[in-house]
Nanobody, 115 residues
Framework: QVQLVESGGGLVQAGGSLRLSCAAS????????MGWYRQAPGKQRELVAT???????NYAGSVKGRFTISRDSAKKTVYLQMNSLKPEDTAVYYC?????????WGQGTQVTVSS
């Protein structure tokens, strides 16, 4: 059984920073992709950033230059460093992973940015 456990969400003022973490546990032959999606009220879930097992990264245009995705293979953990946060970044952030060629989702963590 594979589980994704997220942490690091919270309330922050505009211009501030947060660091999200997502740790994978369970039986894993390979981690193909790990990343983050987010969903704001009334909007569709959208990709924020992903990183592959080879280290290739992909970012949404709205977060480029502000967010950084990274991974720690030993800890089976992916991080999202979020700087210069804006109110429009407010959303539930979901960890996503492709592990053993199957899709997994975390439970979501709330990020609220006040103006």
């Amino acid at each position: 059984q594979v589980q994704l456990v997220e942490s690091g969400g919270g309330l922050v003022q505009a211009g501030g920073s947060l660091r999200l973490s997502c740790a994978a546990s369970g039986s894993m032959f390979s981690i193909n992709v790990m990343g983050w999606y987010r969903q704001a009220p009334g909007k569709q879930r959208e990709l924020v950033a992903t990183v592959t097992g080879y280290g290739n990264t992909n970012y949404a245009g709205s977060v480029k230059g502000r967010f950084t995705i990274s991974r720690d293979s030993a800890k089976k953990t992916v991080y999202l460093q979020m700087n210069s946060l804006k109110p429009e970044d407010t959303a539930v952030y979901y960890c996503y992973a492709v592990i053993n060629f199957r899709d997994y989702w975390g439970q979501g963590t709330q990020v609220t940015v006040s103006s």
